[in-house]
């Protein structure tokens, strides 16, 4: 963890609130962890990520629960160790999240997971019976959090979330592209987070060694993951991002760019859990939900823009990342902003799809 990482204050919310009827306590915590107390009063405010880790060491004591307050029942200080100890025995990450979901299932009450394979995308569902909204909200973003850390952690590797819907509605934070991927929904009918189900046939890589390591270091690692704002991955998503896909150079020629051989190259981007072309096909995917979100051009533009020859091939594309077409997907978040009829070039294009 660098000095300069940071998190949103509004994640801090969500560790403290089990204390919120003891401001005094509150405000002691925060102190000992060297969070101001009055950045509470700014969600988007920053902390240093290492206070945010001090923090999250702080609460479990306080608390004596590693769910920090947020389930009526909670885990118990060690719960997560020995979840962690059941899932390196297990031979890939579809066996392992499973085995997860059920351990969580053990310990909490309020929050029930589950994981679903549809074909080649894999979803991670959601179930929350709090009574208290606030818990709520905190509880389910908590628990994804842990759910998708675990996944990068055992599998070695980070694993981009390709879309996140949460059923309570909030500030929208900078942050938020970081955890959950551009194609982020709040207000929606359920909670649930979905990604390529190819990622659950990776082989556990971690151990008993590897694990003391983890737990030693767990609060950092989950605060930061694999989405390591400073990293060469980082790098190369923002080079690509700030550029049309004509102009994106070859895996060769970034190398060159940052004074790296080809396979030095390689090698980085592999220890950061990715390789060149899976940052490509990130960075398009981003890219097509946020114009078919908030923008009007038409998906044929959209196409072009993303390097497809053909508008057929971005939606034969389109529908392989979501399920759905291009014109369903915009007509879903548009329309329900009264942006206004499809284009006639969007509807035509889409006229096979119903």
Request: aromatic share 10%; charged share 25%.
């Amino acid at each position: 963890m660098r000095e300069k990482d940071s998190v949103a204050a509004y994640f801090v919310q969500a560790m403290i609130h089990g204390l919120r009827d003891d401001p005094q306590r509150v405000t002691a915590v925060l102190e000992q962890a060297g969070i101001d107390p009055a950045v509470m009063q700014q969600p988007t405010a920053r902390v240093p990520a290492n206070a945010f880790a001090a923090l999250w060491l702080i609460q479990i004591r306080e608390l004596d629960d590693e769910f920090f307050g947020l389930d009526s029942h909670g885990m118990p200080p060690g719960s997560f160790a020995l979840i962690c100890r059941a899932l390196i025995q297990e031979p890939d990450l579809h066996k392992a999240m499973r085995q997860c979901l059920a351990n969580f299932g053990l310990f909490l009450r309020d929050f029930r997971g589950s994981l679903a394979v549809r074909g080649k995308r894999a979803v991670i569902s959601l179930q929350t019976r709090s009574k208290d909204n606030d818990a709520s909200r905190f509880g389910e973003e908590t628990f994804l959090v842990l759910m998708i850390s675990l996944l990068c952690w055992l599998g070695g590797r980070r694993i981009p979330i390709d879309r996140a819907d949460f059923r309570h509605s909030r500030l929208s934070l900078s942050d938020d592209r970081l955890l959950w991927g551009p194609n982020l929904t709040f207000g929606a009918e359920r909670t649930e987070i979905e990604f390529a189900s190819h990622y659950l046939r990776l082989p556990v890589v971690q151990d008993l060694a590897s694990l003391k390591v983890f737990l030693r270091t767990a609060p950092q690692w989950l605060v930061i993951r694999f989405r390591n704002q400073h990293g060469l991955a980082s790098q190369v998503h923002q080079r690509l991002r700030g550029s049309h896909y004509s102009e994106w150079p070859t895996l060769q020629a970034f190398a060159l760019e940052q004074h790296l051989s080809p396979s030095t190259f390689r090698r980085k981007l592999e220890r950061e859990g990715c390789s060149y072309q899976e940052i490509k096909d990130e960075v398009r995917r981003g890219v097509a939900f946020e114009q078919l979100r908030q923008s009007d051009a038409s998906i044929s533009d959209i196409a072009e823009r993303l390097g497809f020859q053909e508008p057929s091939a971005f939606h034969r594309a389109f529908k392989k990342w979501t399920g759905e077409s291009p014109g369903r997907y915009r007509a879903r978040y548009q329309g329900d902003c009264g942006s206004g009829p499809a284009r006639e070039s969007d509807r035509s294009f889409n006229s096979d799809v119903v």
